[in-house]
C-alpha cells in the first residue's frame, strides 16, 4: 500500500508529464433576453494536460441540428485535483472537445478523460 507521500510525489511526476494548457468548460444557462434561456459557457479553470488520439475507430459522425458533424476521439489526461464532469468541454487553442467520460480510480496519480474533438 502506498503512503500519502508516495502518491503525493507520483501525482507530482505525473504532472511533470503533461506539456500542453488546456481551459475546462461547463454549461449555465443565461437569460436570452426573450424570456427564455440559452446555454453558455464558464470557464472552470485553466490547467495543464496531456492529449493524445485515443486510437479508437476514427471517422465517426454526428447528425446534430440538422449538419452533420465529424467526431474524433481523444484521451486528455489532468491533474488528479482538476474539477471536470461529463457534459463539460476542454478547449486547447482553438479546438473544443466534449467530455464524455471521466475516469477515477483509488490511487490515481491524474483523470483520464475521453473526450470528442468537434470538427
Same mark, same amino acid.
Given at each position: 500500500?502506498?503512503?500519502?507521500?508516495?502518491?503525493t510525489?507520483?501525482?507530482?511526476?505525473?504532472?511533470?508529464?503533461? #506539456?500542453?494548457?488546456? &481551459?475546462?468548460?461547463?454549461? %449555465?444557462?443565461?437569460?436570452? /433576453?426573450?424570456g427564455?434561456?440559452?446555454? !453558455?459557457?464558464?470557464?472552470?479553470?485553466?490547467?495543464?494536460?496531456?492529449?493524445?488520439?485515443?486510437?479508437?475507430?476514427?471517422?465517426?459522425?454526428?447528425?446534430?441540428?440538422?449538419?452533420?458533424?465529424?467526431?474524433? #476521439?481523444?484521451?486528455? &489526461?489532468?491533474?488528479?485535483? %482538476?474539477?471536470?464532469?461529463? /457534459?463539460?468541454?476542454?478547449?486547447?487553442? !482553438?479546438?473544443?472537445?466534449?467530455?464524455?467520460?471521466?475516469?477515477?480510480?483509488?490511487?490515481?496519480?491524474?483523470?483520464?478523460?475521453?473526450?470528442?474533438?468537434r470538427?
Amino acid at each position: 500500500m502506498l503512503t500519502t507521500k508516495e502518491l503525493t510525489d507520483i501525482q507530482s511526476d505525473a504532472v511533470l508529464a503533461m #506539456p500542453d494548457t488546456v &481551459t475546462i468548460q461547463k454549461p %449555465t444557462e443565461a437569460d436570452d /433576453g426573450l424570456g427564455g434561456r440559452s446555454e !453558455t459557457w464558464s470557464t472552470d479553470s485553466t490547467t495543464v494536460a496531456r492529449i493524445s488520439p485515443s486510437g479508437m475507430a476514427r471517422g465517426q459522425m454526428n447528425i446534430e441540428a440538422g449538419s452533420i458533424r465529424a467526431l474524433s #476521439p481523444w484521451v486528455i &489526461t489532468v491533474p488528479v485535483d %482538476t474539477a471536470v464532469e461529463v /457534459g463539460w468541454r476542454i478547449v486547447w487553442g !482553438t479546438r473544443e472537445f466534449g467530455v464524455k467520460e471521466v475516469v477515477s480510480r483509488s490511487y490515481q496519480s491524474s483523470i483520464r478523460v475521453y473526450a470528442e474533438e468537434r470538427a
